[in-house]
Antibody, heavy 120, light 106 residues
């Protein structure tokens, strides 16, 4: 059974960089048929797609966040990561890592989510 | 970029009802649309992909239809476990935009 787990600081100061890691277990991140994605959800609000990466390193970012986002992959550790620069209070959210299947497009496995608060 | 609009935002229904949620795309997305169910404090759950394909393990009372710019999610007979928030998502572009959500309440 594939499992994903987010980890990282729960509190980040304004203007600093938010960094999260997603550890994948029960399967290999080096699958041709999988993308590895980040999605966020501000408290009480809807879902926002951040972007995704293939193990080959190809990345795809949402235009609204593209200038501040970097997603990278470490196949040796079966992990992928998210960096979001110059954060503000508007970046406070639950951040989910997830798997998107290349052939179907559906996001079928999700982490439990990590709340990141931006505050001084 | 492609915008996704769901309606209604809130839907009140009863156990046994048939309900339909609509999702409209600002540009054609062919059939590249998924539906998710989310309960409070939990990650979303994939219900439907490619507009009408039922994800493995999802009850057959859930169905999806549509193509181009208009899509629907139908629950044929509501069960107590179905009261949740539902989101559509397009994945024809990297933005992967979600609809704003439809809260299904008793």
């Amino acid at each position: 059974q594939l499992q994903l787990q987010e980890s990282g600081p729960g509190l980040v100061k304004p203007s600093e960089t938010l960094s999260l890691i997603c550890t994948v277990s029960g399967g290999s991140i080096s699958s041709n048929n999988d993308y590895w994605a980040w999605v966020r959800q501000p408290p009480g609000k809807g879902l926002e797609w951040i972007g995704y990466i293939h193990f080959t390193g190809n990345t795809y970012y949402s235009p609204s966040l593209k200038s501040r986002v970097t997603i990278s992959v470490d196949t040796s550790k079966n992990q992928f990561s998210l960096q979001l620069t110059s954060v503000t209070a508007a970046d406070t959210a639950v951040y989910y890592c997830a798997r998107r299947v290349v052939t179907t497009g559906g996001v079928d496995y999700w982490g439990q989510g990590a709340l990141v608060t931006v505050s001084s | 970029d492609i915008q996704m609009t769901q309606s209604p935002s809130t839907l009140s229904a009863s156990v046994g009802d048939r309900v339909t949620i609509t999702c409209r795309a600002s540009h054609s997305i062919s059939y590249w649309l998924a539906w998710y169910q989310q309960k409070p404090g939990k990650a979303p759950k994939l219900l439907i992909y490619k507009a009408s394909s039922l994800e493995s393990g999802v009850p057959s009372r859930f169905s999806g239809s549509g193509s181009g710019t208009e899509f629907t999610l139908t629950i044929s007979s509501l069960q107590p476990d179905d009261f949740a928030t539902y989101y559509c998502q397009q994945y024809t572009t990297p933005s992967g935009a979600f609809g704003q959500g439809t809260k299904l309440e008793i």
